[in-house]
């Protein structure tokens, strides 16, 4: 049997239910305006809880959620879709750190500042090369297809930088991209 969808699927539920009950509990908040990660920015009231809930639990199940297919495609996978299964589990445990080393906002060079930004970093090109080595040599066409659209969508929403409201919304639906493939992949991998 494949891996489950029940870790991708948490992990996305609670990374979206994070996302819009933080913003509603502190005043002054716009997704238009702030990156989520100010949410668990350092001074920032409930920011440690945002950063379980929004990064540091769903980092955590979606390395789970690879981890546990890569243990279901050990004996049909190529090599190179098992380096980018290791590859997305990585990716699972950078977007972890995020949580695990919140902004600074007083210090723009805070070095805090500059780890998260490696964490963030590490998180999508882990992922995009995961999905293209997936995309190259996944077993199930399924999984291939959504690789695809992964591996693109992911560092066109992260890397560029967008204009006005865009740049705030073009990381979250980085994540968000990321997170749906980590639920479906399991799924996929039967297709």
């Known amino acids: 049997m494949r891996g489950s969808i029940v870790p991708g699927a948490l992990a996305l539920a609670i990374h979206l239910g994070a996302a819009i009950v933080f913003a509603l509990l502190l005043d002054g908040y716009s997704h238009r305006e702030f990156p989520l990660a100010f949410l668990g920015a350092q001074g920032v009231p409930r920011a440690l809880a945002f950063n379980v809930c929004a990064f540091v639990l769903p980092g955590a199940l979606a390395a789970v959620a690879m981890w546990r297919l890569r243990s279901s495609l050990l004996s049909e ?17 950078a977007f972890a750190a995020q949580g695990l080393l919140p902004l600074d906002p007083s210090d723009v060079g805070a070095a805090s500042n500059a780890l998260h930004a490696l964490a963030w970093t590490l998180w999508w090109i882990a992922g995009a090369s995961g999905a293209l080595l997936l995309a190259w040599a996944a077993p199930a066409r399924g999984l291939r297809l959504a690789s695809v659209a992964m591996a693109i969508a992911v560092p066109l929403l992260a890397l560029p930088s967008w204009p006005g409201a865009l740049a705030a919304f073009a990381p979250r639906a980085a994540f968000v991209a990321w997170l749906l493939w980590i639920a479906f992949a399991p799924r996929l991998s039967r297709a």
Request: proline letters at 6%; charged letters at 10%; a positive charge.
């Open 77 to 93: 996978a190529r090599w190179p879709a098992r380096i980018g299964i290791q590859l997305m589990t990585l990716a699972g445990l």
